[in-house]
């Protein structure tokens, strides 16, 4: 099994402080599962390519003992792990290329920072969900796929196509962020690890998504697969992917959400602003539509009263958040034509997500202040630009109104988790700014009780594409 990584720029030539190999040399290393050689087929001035040649030793395999390891006796003889691309490769980076893809180079530290235009080419990588899933995958990444499918057998066309492809990837990054996208997604796409699956495993997938595993649409697949479908592993990991340190993140974020609704609870706002919103979506004569930041199914509960809304889904970043609203909302003992409208998923709004695309109508409500103001710009793109529905309700705290609130300290936000809170007029100057932008008109309405002075609570914007 063969992997090559090939660029073209300035400092090509200077590749192989990176990736700690010397250009001249063919090098080979032994590992657990045979030999791994690497070479340069070509070192230039402002062109490189290195590539890795696994050298998997099907008898050694068979007598090696292990967990997992078991398999039938004809499995043990006739495989296809000496010949595709499978969690061997990841081994062999992270064991050959280990100080590549950590990001260290004692000698051109400076080089660890640049971004490559790199071509990346795998013979054989098996993709047991097709092509369809290899582009989920990296395309979110920022690479241009391009994949041929392999045939069965040559000589037996109608035998049909094979789990194999052979595959191009093409992305302009770091070289530690290539390795790492490689060492998850590589065995991802297999399906299958060649070694015991346990908790050490969590630690390794933090350690080698960190910056891009959070944020990607397909993370619960990735996090499915790489765990080996191990749902006490999987919570875990994507409940550390929402926070670095070991405090259960969505537990806090439920406290705070109840500490929001402590200091509205006198005006009843809650209710009044959900019933805003099921009202602005009902006008817009949408069915299809979207909760995005649906947390624990509150407004959920309302849409799937409103027959005419044919298919609901709520999306939260919280995988917490999400088991609470489908315990009560009862998704278990729902009656099954109610059932088949109502969808949950785990995903972030600073993400394009292709499962948001083709709704009439999206509601996010009390969300955007809790995203930092730099994420703003890519909800944005997110939302307005590629799910693009045909209505958007947002609505958002007024800052104005919290001094109405007499058990919110001066200066305090309502909710400890956010990032900011709007006065009218920079909310207005915002939506009105997001609407020119991607072609939508706004009105703005009242939320709640209204001051002549300060104005209400709640302020919601309406969007309605042009």
């Known amino acids: 099994m063969i992997l090559t990584l090939s660029t073209q720029h300035p400092r090509a030539g200077e590749m192989g402080f990176l990736f700690h190999k010397h250009p001249a040399k063919l090098q080979s290393f032994n590992s657990s599962f045979g030999k791994v050689h690497v070479f340069y087929p070509v070192n230039e001035s402002d062109r490189c390519e290195l590539a890795l040649l696994l050298d998997v030793d099907p008898i050694g395999l068979v007598r090696k003992k292990g967990p997992g390891g078991n398999s039938g006796a004809?499995?043990?003889?006739?495989?296809?792990?000496?010949y595709v691309a499978s969690s061997f490769l990841s081994v062999a980076i992270a064991e050959v290329l280990g100080s590549a893809l950590n990001g260290r180079s004692a000698d051109r530290p400076d080089l660890v920072e640049v971004a490559f235009p790199f071509l990346v080419k795998l013979a054989a990588l098996p993709c047991r969900g097709g092509e369809v899933l290899l582009r989920k995958l990296f395309e979110p990444l920022g690479y241009k796929v391009t994949t041929e499918r392999q045939p069965l057998d040559p000589t037996?066309?109608?035998?049909?196509?094979?789990?194999?492809?052979?595959?191009?990837?093409?992305?302009?990054?770091?070289?530690?962020?290539?390795?790492n996208h490689l060492y998850v997604l590589i065995p991802v796409l297999d399906d299958e690890k060649h070694y015991w699956v346990g908790k050490d495993e969590i630690e390794k997938l933090m350690r080698r998504g960190d910056g891009w595993l959070a944020q990607h649409p397909e993370r619960?697949?990735?996090?499915?697969?790489?765990?080996?479908?191990?749902?006490?592993?999987?919570?875990?990991a994507l409940i550390q992917l929402l926070d670095d340190s070991p405090i259960d993140h969505d537990e806090t974020e439920l406290a705070h959400a109840q500490e929001e609704q402590k200091v509205e609870e006198k005006i009843?706002?809650?209710?009044?602003?959900?019933?805003?919103?099921?009202?602005?979506?009902?006008?817009?004569?949408?069915?299809?539509i979207l909760d995005l930041g649906c947390g624990e199914g509150k407004l959920l509960r309302l849409l799937l009263e409103e027959k005419s809304f044919t298919e609901i889904v709520g999306m939260?970043?919280?995988?917490?958040?999400?088991?609470?609203?489908?315990?009560?909302?009862?998704?278990?003992?729902?009656p099954e034509m109610k059932r088949k409208r109502l969808q949950l998923i785990h995903g972030s709004l600073s993400y394009r997500d292709a499962r948001l695309a083709g709704f009439d109508a999206a509601a996010v409500v009390e969300v955007i202040e809790h995203l930092d103001p730099p994420r703003l710009h890519a909800f944005e793109r997110v939302l307005f630009e590629f799910a693009k529905p045909k209505t958007i309700v947002i609505t958002t705290p007024n800052a104005e109104y919290n001094v109405k609130f007499e058990n919110l300290p001066a200066g305090n936000f309502r909710h400890k988790d956010h990032r900011f809170e709007w006065t009218r007029k920079q909310f207005q100057s915002w939506a009105s700014g997001v609407a020119e932008r991607f072609g939508y008109s706004v009105h703005f309405l009242p939320v709640g009780p209204e001051d002549a002075t300060v104005g209400s609570p709640t302020q919601m914007g309406v969007f309605a594409s042009a």
């Not at 619960?220 to 875990?236: D, F, G, S």
């Not at 609203?325 to 003992?333: I, K, N, S, T, V």
């Open 74 to 82: 004809l499995d043990q003889c006739v495989n296809d792990r000496p």
């Open 156 to 179: 037996f066309l109608d035998w049909g196509e094979s789990i194999y492809y052979m595959v191009e990837l093409e992305g302009t990054t770091r070289l530690q962020d290539l390795l």
């Open 220 to 236: 619960e697949t990735i996090v499915n697969r790489y765990l080996k479908y191990q749902k006490h592993l999987t919570r875990e």
């Open 268 to 288: 009843s706002l809650n209710e009044q602003r959900l019933g805003a919103v099921l009202a602005a979506i009902k006008g817009s004569g949408a069915s299809r």
């Open 316 to 334: 939260d970043v919280s995988y917490r958040g999400l088991e609470i609203a489908a315990e009560r909302l009862h998704l278990d003992r729902m």
